[in-house]
């Protein structure tokens, strides 16, 4: 839930333990409908602060110590809201960081505040630390890119300023997953930027390792020169 109180109870029923959380209150997105949980930063900080914790790994880590997540697909790029002047449509970007070529044909994006499902269309085959680039409208996007020399892949789908995407294999299983906003993450509203990744920090699902690099935006390259 968006909001809820997890409580702990002795033997004899009574409270010994309660942790109220609230995602609209200062507590991070990073767990909201993205299958990751969240993980406390330090067991002497106040538990029932939201500073006191922070996005963990898809699936988290029951009975470990946190340790960085290993995601070998990773969401690097997205516009949300071209400037009027220079749309391209709405697209994402994602990152092969392996060194093993990837199917990723018939897997299926989530978005968590928008509530979208789409499947990504056949022959969406990544090789080894390239990027595949799924787009919403392609005759605005090849206006806007004429020259193209990446990974395209169409599918329908309405990115907000406000949500999240997940990436489901044909497993069903959770393998990639952001969730970001306009306060902790960089703004691209109409401005003509993308928001894209820090390709050094790899670690995708944190705000802060994201930028307005490229006016337009770099579909489908390394996110750090323009």
């Given at each position: 839930d968006h909001a809820d109180t997890i409580k702990i109870y002795d033997a004899d029923h009574a409270l010994v333990y309660a942790i109220p959380y609230d995602f609209s209150k200062g507590w991070s997105d990073d767990a909201y409908l993205t299958e990751r949980t969240l993980e406390r930063s330090s067991l002497t900080n106040d538990p029932s602060l939201g500073s006191s914790w922070f996005g963990g790994c898809i699936g988290g880590s029951p009975g470990k110590d946190y340790s960085a997540c290993n995601e070998r697909l990773v969401f690097s790029e997205l516009n949300y809201q071209s400037n009027g002047r220079a749309d391209a449509g709405d697209w994402f970007?994602?990152?092969?960081?392996?060194?093993?070529?990837?199917?990723?044909?018939?897997?299926?994006?989530?978005?968590?505040?928008?509530?979208?499902?789409?499947?990504l269309p056949a022959n969406s085959i990544v090789p080894a630390s390239f990027r595949l680039v799924i787009i919403n409208n392609k005759s605005k996007f090849d206006k806007i890119f004429p020259v193209q020399s990446f990974l395209k892949g169409e599918a329908s789908f309405d990115l907000k300023e406000q949500d999240g995407l997940v990436l489901i294999d044909?497993?069903?299983?959770?393998?990639?997953?952001?969730?970001?906003?306009?306060?902790?993450?960089?703004?691209?509203?109409?401005?003509?930027y993308t928001i894209a990744l820090n390709d050094s920090?790899?670690?995708?699902?944190?705000?802060?390792?994201?930028?307005?690099?490229?006016?337009?935006?770099?579909?489908?390259?390394?996110?750090?020169?323009?």
């Open positions: 970007e994602i990152w092969n960081n392996t060194s093993q070529l990837k199917d990723l044909s018939g897997y299926t994006v989530q978005t968590t505040m928008s509530n979208q499902t789409f499947t044909k497993n069903g299983k959770a393998v990639s997953a952001i969730s970001y906003d306009t306060v902790s993450w960089p703004k691209a509203m109409g401005s003509g920090a790899k670690i995708n699902y944190l705000g802060a390792n994201w930028a307005n690099y490229c006016i337009l935006g770099s579909p489908g390259v390394g996110n750090s020169v323009c």
